[in-house]
């Protein structure tokens, strides 16, 4: 072999490898009933995520800013502890069996009616249940760019029928965290799954996310009643605070005289993407005027929760030991519309023994100069 031709091979080699990136794994504590919690680092030639088995959490985000600096972008704990102690917010977990909330906790399925736990003010079920897929260790295994993490929930797990298999795969692409979804039943069941990832694109802790300009590529949303529960009509956002179909800044009118936002506090509401379901689309874009930082969020899913950080109350104390307050973060859950099972005109979230379903949503970080 010539001394040109070996130089060749090993630039080859060395530039798959960085392509690539590199997996590793390690130790993150044990949960109060004695599951071991590993925490797996995915690098890219831009990005640094950490991922953790207990609720197949993202731990944090590393992103670079307009002048290549970079910063953890996403609200946690530094500790197993911070999640398990009680206050924990959903942070970076995957909620699931059915993610976001289901009336009174019950729905009819095969002429049988099911009930799940009423954990949202005991009137609804939220993420999932009392003990939902964020509460419980998955099993991880790296793969090439990531990590895929593996779940079987048993028929009858909060009140849901089948034994159901996920697999969510997380892997870095250059300057993009992709999450792909697989679900699988040997009964009909019914199934939503999405990341629950708070985002403040200033980094975790810094301010709240008021300033920041926001896009959804959607041109109607489903209002709810007291209980955040979706009243089955699709209603345009013309003409509301719910207009987001051009880029505009958050907190334009988060306090509007608007009595959508008053019974949720600001933004938790799921908007109707456009494009069909399963068809990879733009769901947001959110651009941080400060950092130049900007989040573009793709997916197959049908619609996507925007959420405001309402909830957070300035108590609970950050990675960086920063309080987390009010507006803190959001989240753009990827999802099937809430209370879809007790809506026949919403997309459907049955899942059927040997038809598995995927899905795949993509967070794509760039950066907008001055």
Known sequence: ?????????????????AAQGAVTKAAFGTTPDGKAVDIYTLKSDVLEARIMTYGARIVSLEVPDRDGKKADIVLGH?????????KDMYFGAIVGRYGNRIAH???KLDGKTYQTPKNDNGINMLHGG??????LVWQGRAIPDGVEMTLV???????????LT??????????ALRIDYSMSTDKDTVVNLTNHSYFNLSGEGNGTILHDELMLAADKFTPVDAGLIPTGVLEPVEGTPFDFRKSTVIGKRIH?????????????????????NGET???ARVYDPETGRVLTVTTTEPGVQFYTGNFLDGTIHGKSGKLYVKNGALCLETQHFPDSPNHPNFPSTELKPGTPRHSTTTFTFTTHAK
């Open 166 to 175: 996920a697999h969510v795969r997380y892997t870095l692409h250059h300057n």
């Open 105 to 107: 906790g019950s729905f």
């Open 153 to 163: 929930s048993k028929d009858g797990d909060q009140g849901f029928p089948g034994t």
């Open 78 to 86: 530094s500790s197993l502890a911070g999640y398990t102690n009680g």
């Open 281 to 283: 689309k733009t769901a």
């Open 130 to 135: 009392t003990i939902g897929f964020d509460r």
């Open 256 to 276: 509007d005289n608007n009595e959508q936002l008053k019974l949720a506090g600001g933004y938790d509401f799921n908007w109707v993407l456009r494009g069909a």
């Open 1 to 17: 072999m010539t001394t040109t031709l070996a130089k060749v091979i090993l630039l080859t080699m060395t530039t798959a490898m």
